[in-house]
């Protein structure tokens, strides 16, 4: 690039590495007061210490934790290969997916129920995800409606994932709400039909969904309220979230929590009622979401090139996070996997299939490996919560501005200038050490 075409670009585009700079500067501590991922979410288990059932339903996985842990320790085996003597003075992270031009591969995970680590919830995030330019993606499961999420995130980029509801005219007002709402992609999350057995939120009995917190996507929602003759709840979750507060005012027959349970208990029904789905259900959604429709839960070779043939537009290569399955395949593993399948590398050069990536992500250089192993975004999940917890929205707009600044710095110094020239190539920009 000559001198002219790199002040050309670094006029249109301020590289996040900057940020770096800007810290170093400032000479300001970090508003989380760390920038180490391990040490943030050591804060965030101190700063809910008062509600440590909060913070395990965040960290806290299936079973023995058997895929939680996998997904670290295969993502670590994976080493990037640095190159030296190449130009990567100007550098950027754009990326384009479904036609869109992104400012890069990271996407906000759709966690579910942030109210609980944070008293302005996901409101706090999708503000956050706007003011520094990531996509942000909205779970069914969220503590706030559909219509103040898509207000909050004001101009930034932002998707929907459902958790399917079983009845079908449901899921039509909460895709209708999504489009009225700008939300221009939908995330439909294959794995959680049924929720994975999760030790610690059984011993403590901790369920937020009964009480109505999470619930905040049914309870507004008019279709599904209506059929029960019911008038839509648009209250707030109280901050912090006490189970035991909720169960001495039902056990005093309250009657305004009464009947925000009561209509949990049967949006919970509808969501995760273990009433599983089958591949032909997907045209119901194809045929009415005009947008990209994405698969998200899919470890698979067979399944992800099965999801073609149904008229879907991308897949995430996604064990839940651990959350599902105790013992499943960890998602690098099966990433790499499915990024192997000549079918899915034709689909991925043609735009017919974009392929995204979760579980496990922490850090720059563990999306360039993802990236490398043929992923073309990531979505980060528990980073950003532990920064929720600690900082709220300053605190999630810290944890996105370092993932990002840590991603372009570590692409530079492995030796390359921009997203492309990684993608996909495993053979020579990562190899794994066993």
């Not at 579910?112 to 003011?131: F, L, M, P, R, S």
């Amino acid at each position: 690039m000559s001198q002219a075409g790199k002040l050309a670009h670094d006029a249109d585009h301020k590289p996040w590495s900057n940020y770096m700079l800007e810290v170093y500067v400032s000479k300001k501590p970090p508003t989380l007061g760390t920038y180490s991922v391990d040490r943030i979410e050591q804060l965030a288990r101190e700063k809910l210490k008062d509600r440590p059932d909060a913070f395990m339903y965040v960290f806290g996985s299936a079973g023995t934790y058997a895929a939680y842990a996998a997904n670290r320790q295969e993502l670590d085996k994976w080493k990037i290969i640095p190159r030296m003597l190449r130009d990567a003075t100007v550098r950027d992270l754009d990326t384009t997916l479904f036609g869109v031009k992104y400012k890069s591969p990271i996407i906000v995970a759709p966690v579910g129920v942030q109210g609980i680590v944070h008293a302005d919830g996901e409101i706090a995030t999708a503000t956050a995800a706007n003011n520094v330019g990531v996509t942000y993606v909205m779970s069914t499961a969220s503590t706030r409606t559909i219509e103040s999420v898509g207000k909050a995130n004001g101009s930034g980029h932002r998707w929907y994932q459902l958790y399917w509801p079983v009845d079908k005219d449901a899921t039509l007002s909460l895709l209708q709400r999504a489009k009225a709402s700008g939300f221009t992609a939908l995330i439909v999350t294959l794995d959680t039909m049924l929720l994975g057995w999760r030790p610690h939120d059984l011993e403590k009995n901790y369920l937020p969904f009964l009480h109505g917190v999470g619930a905040q996507v049914g309870l507004s929602d008019p279709v599904f309220m209506g059929k029960y003759n019911e008038e839509p709840i648009m209250d707030v979750p109280d901050f912090p979230y006490d189970p035991e507060k909720y169960a001495t005012l039902h056990a005093q027959g309250d009657e305004k929590t009464n009947r925000t349970m009561k209509m949990a208990a049967e949006w919970l029904k509808q969501t995760n009622s273990g009433t599983f789905k089958s591949w032909e259900d997907l045209k119901f959604l194809r045929a009415n979401w005009e947008g990209p429709l994405i698969l998200k839960g899919i470890l698979a070779v067979q399944d992800a090139e099965m999801a073609m043939d149904y008229g879907v537009d991308g897949i995430v290569v996604s064990n839940h996070g651990g959350r599902q399955v105790d013992g499943a395949v960890p998602s690098i593993w099966a990433l790499h996997k499915i990024c192997s399948s000549p079918k899915i590398k034709a689909a991925q050069a043609s735009g017919k299939l974009t392929v995204l990536f979760d579980s496990g992500i922490r850090t720059g250089s563990d999306i360039i490996k993802a990236i490398a192993l043929g992923a073309q975004a990531v979505l980060l999940a528990r980073p950003f919560m532990y920064g929720l917890a600690v900082g709220g929205q300053d605190g999630v707009e810290e944890v996105l501005r370092s993932t990002l600044a840590d991603l372009e710095i570590t692409l530079g110094l492995s030796g390359y200038k921009n997203i492309k020239e990684i993608q996909g190539r495993m053979d020579e920009v990562v190899v794994k050490i066993s």
